[in-house]
């Protein structure tokens, strides 16, 4: 049976993870309800960590693991996505949940709990040292979830952690700062 974590969509393909087993699912062409197992599907092979997260951003598929992710492309093969070339990023993702995209960029906090920016395939880090020192601090980030909203024009990342009842946020690409 299949968990599906997380669901997408690229190039008329339905996406759909299952971090339970790290697998890569993808629909019929152009229909979204049709789905098989026995050869519609990748896994994670390139790393030993599981991806447990994915979203699509333009024309990339970002599959995160626990301390590593992929982007990955329409490939034109039998299964239709292969890895980028140099696609290769050396951040996992925190909390599945932190990931959102914001005008083509993904924005997420990643296993080594410092914010994230990648833009095709490459990843920098967005969040200052006070703010990664206060990650660092948690106890857990692994239930963050992250939201995106527009105020007067300006894109914000909002990055909520429950378990340590703190809430940061950071104009696009911008510093981030606490909310109390």
């Known amino acids: 049976s299949v968990t599906v974590s997380a669901i997408g969509h690229l190039r008329g393909y339905g996406l759909a993870l299952d971090a339970t087993t790290s697998t890569l699912y ?33 024309d990339l598929i970002y599959l995160f693991g626990t301390s590593t992710s992929e982007a990955w492309v329409f490939a034109d093969t039998s299964f239709p996505f292969a890895p980028f070339p140099g696609g290769d990023l050396p951040y996992g993702i925190g909390a599945a949940a932190s990931v959102v995209e914001v005008k083509g960029t993904l ?20 969040s200052t040292r006070a703010v990664d020192y206060a990650l ?25 952690l429950p378990s340590a009842n703190a809430t940061w946020v ?11």
Do not use: C
């Not at 049709?34 to 447990?52: H, K, L, N, V």
């Not at 410092?114 to 490459?122: E, I």
């Not at 660092?136 to 909520?160: C, I, K, M, P």
């Open 26 to 58: 993808r629909s019929a062409l152009l229909d979204f309800t049709s789905w098989t197992t026995g050869t519609d599907f990748a896994q994670r092979s390139a790393r030993e960590d599981p991806w447990i997260g994915m979203k699509v951003a333009g």
């Open 136 to 160: 660092s601090r948690y106890a857990s980030v692994s239930d963050a979830q992250g939201w995106t909203y527009q105020d007067q024009g300006h894109e914000f990342y909002l990055l909520n």
């Open 107 to 126: 924005l997420w906090l990643s296993d080594t709990r410092l914010v994230m920016r990648a833009q095709g395939s490459t990843a920098v880090p967005i």
């Open 170 to 180: 950071s104009r696009h690409r911008g510093e981030i700062t606490r909310i109390e």
